[in-house]
């Protein structure tokens, strides 16, 4: 079983399951995922647009969807005598339900860590015990888990691979694709992929984007994830002077000039094509408040805090908002050094990530675990 919870783990998710298979046709894979780890091979029980909950107010609220889907995993679990789960991510469900297969002698594989050195040691303790592999997409990771006796290995982030192996549009493909304005740049916003955070983030990116757009005669783009409705944009903003896209994402992170993008694996995306963007992050203020107490780190973007110093701009919560968006984007888009320097720093992050191929490395080590007795 593989359990992942939300688009990230659906696309890392999917890489995996086909080295899987590419190992043993004959595997059977259940659990939860999009639609990309259905695409290749998942019987999904759950889908994760029914899992796009953030935040503890939201997971409050989803208390008994939750246990719903826990208990019927469980259930599955039972009913295949499936031996192995692959937790990806997700770590306020993964952890819980990591503790439950642990007392039913399941073999557990965590594969890219929660952000324990974001949210404090104290969870490590609880990894060490319940889980019997952590296979982590960062170095440090791997250096802080050894420090506290985690069986853990490090294979590279596989996101690498993806932007590696993705076939790019030349930016004249893209453009006609898309029916873009020839002659301008484009300002791309990358909003979230869960409806609350849309709420939250959007209208206040849009509005600066379309005065930055005016300003610098660049052309605003909003990339919109597979799993949300396009309405809820425009039910959001009476602003039309945006082109709203499914798909194409990574083309749109490779031939854009400048990005706003919201907080999150887009981020490390974003930092791998060199698009020099601005961070924004907003959520209700109870979860945030929350957050401030238990979160020890000063970076949320994670180009930041792989680079170890502060190349993207960050707008958190209450600095989220129209004119701090625009002051901050203006700032980069008139400084042409400042513009140049952030794009060169943002080169580093693929070295410092390793190689690709880290997907294949990570289904071996699995498929190694699955047959071990």
Same mark, same amino acid.
């Given at each position: 079983?593989?359990?992942?919870?939300?688009?990230?783990?659906?696309?890392?998710?999917?890489?995996?399951?086909?080295?899987?298979?590419?190992?043993?046709?004959?595997?059977? *894979?259940?659990?939860?995922?999009?639609?990309?780890? *259905?695409?290749?091979?998942?019987?999904?029980?759950?889908?994760?647009?029914?899992?796009?909950?953030?935040?503890?107010?939201?997971?409050?609220?989803?208390?008994?969807?939750?246990?719903?889907?826990?208990?019927?995993?469980?259930?599955? *679990?039972?009913?295949e005598k499936i031996g192995t789960v692959v937790l990806i991510d997700y770590p306020?469900?993964?952890?819980?339900?990591?503790?439950?297969?642990?007392?039913?002698?399941?073999?557990?594989?965590?594969?890219?860590?929660?952000?324990?050195w974001a949210w404090g040691k104290g969870r490590i303790d609880k990894i060490r015990e319940v889980v019997d592999k952590m296979i982590v997409v960062f170095p440090f990771e791997e250096k802080m888990y050894r420090k506290y006796n985690v069986d853990v290995e490090y294979f590279g982030h596989p996101l690498v691979e993806h932007v590696e192996n993705y076939s790019l549009m030349n930016k004249e493909e893209l453009y006609k694709k898309l029916n873009l304005e020839e002659g301008k740049e484009i300002l791309l916003i990358l909003p979230g992929s869960r409806k609350h955070e849309i709420k939250k983030i959007f209208p206040k990116c849009i509005n600066a984007a379309v005065k930055l757009s005016r300003d610098f005669n660049l052309q605003t783009v909003v990339a919109c994830s597979e799993n949300i409705d396009e309405s809820i944009f425009t039910n959001l903003t009476t602003e039309n002077n945006y082109r709203l896209v499914k798909g194409s994402t990574y083309d749109l992170l490779k031939h854009s000039h400048f990005g706003i993008i919201k907080s999150g694996t887009s981020t490390l995306e974003a930092g791998l094509f060199q698009l020099p963007f601005i961070v924004v992050y907003s959520t209700n203020y109870l979860t945030y408040w929350l957050g401030r107490i238990l979160v020890q780190i000063k970076n949320i973007a994670m180009?930041?805090? *792989?680079?170890?110093?502060?190349?993207?701009?960050?707008?958190?919560?209450?600095?989220?908002?129209?004119?701090?968006?625009?002051?901050?984007?203006?700032?980069?888009?008139?400084?042409?050094?400042?513009?140049?320097?952030?794009?060169?720093?943002?080169?580093?992050?693929?070295?410092?990530l390793g190689g690709s191929g880290a997907s294949k490395k990570t289904a071996q080590k699995i498929y190694i675990m699955l047959n071990e007795a």
């Open positions: 079983m593989i359990i992942a919870g939300e688009a990230s783990g659906d696309l890392h998710g999917s890489s995996l399951i086909k080295e899987l298979f590419k190992l043993d046709h004959s595997l059977q *894979i259940f659990g939860i995922g999009g639609d990309k780890m *259905i695409s290749a091979g998942m019987n999904a029980q759950f889908h994760i647009k029914q899992m796009a909950f953030l935040g503890f107010i939201e997971v409050l609220r989803h208390l008994p969807f939750i246990s719903k889907v826990r208990n019927e995993l469980l259930r599955k *679990i039972a009913e306020g469900f993964n952890l819980n339900i990591a503790k439950r297969l642990h007392e039913l002698g399941k073999k557990v594989i965590y594969y890219i860590s929660p952000q324990v180009a930041n805090i *792989i680079l170890g110093e502060n190349v993207i701009d960050e707008l958190i919560q209450y600095d989220v908002n129209t004119e701090n968006i625009y002051s901050k984007s203006e700032a980069i888009l008139k400084d042409k050094q400042r513009y140049n320097s952030i794009k060169q720093k943002l080169g580093l992050i693929k070295e410092k």
